[in-house]
């Protein structure tokens, strides 16, 4: 079954300063099951919290830890994939584009926005 999801999670729009949560650039249809787990593993994080989350996992050498306690989710979500995998795959399928909305990093250490930047330089 196909379900609406929203790019920027509805809950976080109006702190976020957007206006039109339900643009059509913020939606994607996804199947319900995919959905869930998105939600089961992220909550309401933006796509770019997501993210940074994975990025945190990873500098920190935790993300062997993390895939293997949510295998499940991980699976479905991301397959086999390696954690920065995941991150482009996150730039490439769950992020809306930047005519949309543009995320502003202002407190994060210069590596992260490097690592960042460099995942929508191939992508977007
Ligand atoms: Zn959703």
Known sequence: MKTSHHLIPRSRCEELGIINKNDKRNLKKINGKLHTTWHALFVNLTPYEVIQLLYMLYRFRQEDLFIMKN??????????????????????????????YTPRFTTYEKEFQTFFSGLFKDFK
Do not use: H, N, Y
């Open 71 to 100: 295998r499940d989710e991980w699976k479905i979500l991301f397959g086999d994939m390696t954690l920065l995998e995941a991150c482009k795959q996150i730039v490439r399928e769950w992020t809306p584009p930047r005519s949309f």
